[in-house]
T-cell receptor
Framework: AQSVTQLGSHVSVSEGALVLLRCNYS??????LFWYVQYPNQGLQLLLK??????LVKGINGFEAEFKKSETSFHLTKPSAHMSDAAEYFC????????FGTGTSLTVIP | DTEVTQTPKHLVMGMTNKKSLKCEQH?????MYWYKQKAKKPPELMFV???????INESVPSRFSPECPNSSLLNLHLHALQPEDSALYLC???????????FGPGTRLTVT
């Protein structure tokens, strides 16, 4: 069975600092992995996806994620946080259906 | 165009009311989804339609009734809801079930 675990329900970073949001997956087959962002009172927006074409995936808004099979990880990073990055972030894996992680709330401190 | 639209944006209904939520996409996607999301929680899958047929029903109470009139439209009919059904209801679509899903903005439902 597929699942994802997001370490850290809350992450705070200073504006301009590195953003690192952690996601580990459990999958018996090569997974389809996704990161979504949700701003308050809005739907989920796709940031990026991994579908085995390349291990380093670049997404929108300067985010990227690296697929590491040996670590079963798909962590999301951004070199320099902006105030507008404050939101809820969800990692997801496709098994027989989408499985979402529990989410990480990112706070950006001015 | 990667837009999924949902109407209404907000809905307040009493426990005896009947209402419907509507979702529309024009991306040619063949899979459509209904999710329920409580505050600070991930979306919970309710229903999946694939090629206009219901393929997954995650043990949702019968007071929620989905309908897929055509490949672009998805409805969720609501009847005799409970206050605990108050949540953000999200619609999504994807090209195939393993593809990335595109979400609508959601309908904020309050049951009084």
């Amino acid at each position: 069975a597929q699942s994802v675990t997001q370490l850290g329900s809350h992450v705070s970073v200073s504006e301009g600092a590195l953003v690192l949001l952690r996601c580990n997956y459990s999958s018996s087959v090569p997974p389809y992995l996704f990161w979504y962002v949700q701003y308050p009172n809005q739907g989920l927006q796709l940031l990026l996806k991994y579908t085995s074409a390349a291990t380093l995936v670049k997404g929108i808004n300067g985010f990227e994620a690296e697929f590491k099979k040996s670590e079963t990880s798909f962590h999301l990073t951004k070199p320099s946080a902006h105030m507008s990055d404050a939101a809820e972030y969800f990692c997801a894996v496709f098994g027989n259906q989408f499985y979402f992680g529990t989410g990480t709330s990112l706070t950006v401190i001015p | 165009d990667t837009e999924v639209t949902q109407t209404p944006k907000h809905l307040v209904m009493g426990m005896t009311n009947k209402k419907s939520l509507k979702c529309e996409q024009h991306m040619g996607h063949r899979a459509m989804y209904w999710y329920k999301q409580k505050a600070k929680k991930p979306p919970e899958l309710m229903f999946v339609y694939s090629y206009e047929k219901l393929s997954i029903n995650e043990s949702v109470p019968s007071r929620f009734s989905p309908e897929c009139p055509n490949s672009s439209l998805l409805n969720l009919h609501l009847h005799a809801l409970q206050p605990e059904d108050s949540a953000l209801y999200l619609c999504a679509s994807s090209q195939r079930q393993e593809s990335e899903q595109y979400f609508g903005p959601g309908t904020r439902l309050t049951v009084t």
